[in-house]
């Protein structure tokens, strides 16, 4: 094969058709794929009440944490004195954030039902 037979094969206009079963296997997976419903979107309006909870609760958790390394008494021993108080911040900070916690699960659970 030469130069000239490939322009000669090149020039010709000739129409391309495609076999009627690959028509007919096209058109049905186009069917197959209209047929599939949009996905699920991700419900941040049920998630966000979970978000906001556990946003507070890490930045008490923080805010304790610095509260407690700054201060000297809280790192001694614990006596029956103002260091029990300081020892008693972070039990109170922690059941103050099981509240927060249970108060976004239930929000949750509530937004869940109405929607």
């Known amino acids: 094969m030469n130069t000239d037979d ?15 079963l690959l028509v007919q296997h096209v058109m049905a997976a186009v069917r197959r794929e209209a047929a599939i419903p949009p996905p699920i979107g991700f419900p941040w309006h049920r998630a966000l009440p979970g978000i906001v909870g556990a946003s507070v609760v890490l930045v008490a958790a923080v805010w304790v944490l610095t509260v407690a390394a700054a201060t000297p008494e809280f ?7 103002a260091t029990a108080l300081t020892w008693l911040a972070p039990c109170a900070w922690s059941v103050v954030g099981c509240l927060v916690g249970w108060a976004a699960v239930r929000a949750s659970a509530l937004m869940c039902k109405r929607w």
């Open 6 to 20: 490939v322009d000669r094969i090149l020039a010709r206009d000739t129409e391309v058709v495609p076999s009627k």
């Open 75 to 81: 790192l001694t021993p614990m006596r029956v004195s």
